[in-house]
């Protein structure tokens, strides 16, 4: 009874061994690859395949993870490094480069350390780029540096599984001597700008003056010749009324004889002796003899205006008009 109870008791504790490494060798043999890397599996120290993320099952003591192989693009500073120029210039350049892992067992087994050769190479191939350079070149032509460092780069690690997809130039370092010259160039090509500038805005605006003044000198001119023909045609409407009222008076005197020379003589008689009377200077006016002939002219004019009128009532002529005589007037 005791031998058959042992008996089980020992397949039991078999059976529950069994199953525990059972266990052991499947959790040793389970394998969860995150994402973004891809992980090498060794059978017997030979690459057999690449474990892309998700889980895995491997084989114990048999199989094991290589290496594990960052796919995501990265960022690989490149150290300061002091390159010559074509000109024997010295400048300090630092540099990043960006790459990405295409395939994980060449970039895992074609080289020994992958990112110590990736900045090796770029470093030599920076040397050598800026070094057929001169220094003007090297600080203006950034992009061409950048464009040919990429080819060169690329190309190179190719059979590394990798891909080079950018490299950019971080900081160009002249000399300090070098860098005061580039300054005072820099200002005295500034200020020749500045100079140039306002030599042309005094141009403009003298060219703009004198384009004022000729307008102004045309327009005066213009002015001036029609204030001229304007006072000429004044002057040539005045002389043609003025004819005109001579005609009147002599066309009058023709027909009126001495009444309408006495009727012109009395008005401006009349306004000579109004001016003296509004003289502020004349407190005593004296007549001479002759202002006792007026009388006699005024009544000339009304004989004058009667004529006229009867004239204009009827066609026959009016009969000559009696000369007023005007009694002399004595010595007081």
Not at 46 to 66: C, M, N, Q, S
Not at 180 to 202: P, S, V
Not at 281 to 288: M, Q
Request: net charge negative; aromatic share 6%; proline share 5%.
């Amino acid at each position: 009874m005791w031998d058959s109870e042992g008996r089980l008791n020992a397949d039991v504790i078999a059976l529950a061994a069994l199953v525990f490494v059972a266990l052991v060798f499947l959790i040793m043999g389970v394998r969860v690859v995150k994402q973004g890397f891809v992980y090498t599996i060794e059978r017997l120290g030979k690459y057999t395949l690449a474990a892309e993320p998700g889980l895995h099952l491997i084989i114990p003591f048999i199989d094991r993870v290589g290496q594990k192989v960052n796919m995501m693009e990265q960022v690989l500073d490149i150290p300061g490094q002091e390159i010559i120029t074509a000109d024997n210039g010295m400048v300090g350049v630092d540099a990043v480069v960006f790459f990405q892992v295409l395939d994980a067992g060449k970039a895992a087994y074609e080289v020994s350390s992958l990112y110590q050769a990736i900045m090796a190479l770029t470093t030599t191939n920076l040397r050598t780029v800026m070094g057929s350079m001169d220094l003007d070149e090297t600080l203006s032509k950034r992009d061409e540096i950048n464009a040919r460092l990429l080819a060169v780069v690329d190309h190179a690690t190719s059979p590394w599984g990798v891909k080079i997809t950018r490299v950019e130039i971080k900081d160009i370092r002249p000399p300090h001597d070098i860098s005061e010259a580039m300054a005072r160039q820099m200002k005295a090509e500034r200020l020749k700008r500045a100079e140039i500038l306002e030599a042309e805005g005094d141009r403009a605006s003298q060219i703009l003056r004198a384009e004022g003044e000729k307008q102004s000198a045309i327009l005066e001119s213009e002015g001036r010749k029609e204030a001229a023909f304007r006072d000429a045609e004044a002057r040539e409407r005045s002389a043609e009324a003025e004819a005109r009222a001579t005609r009147m008076v002599s066309d009058a005197i023709a027909q009126s004889g001495s009444q309408a020379i006495n009727y012109f003589v009395a008005q401006e008689y009349t306004k000579a002796v109004a001016k003296f009377a509004d003289s502020p200077n004349a407190k005593t006016i004296l007549f001479p003899v002759e202002a006792t002939q007026l009388i006699g002219t005024l009544g000339g004019i009304g004989e004058l205006a009667k004529e006229a009128l009867r004239g204009s009532d009827g066609d026959t002529p009016p009969p000559a008009p009696r000369r007023p005589t005007v009694p002399p007037a004595g010595r007081g």
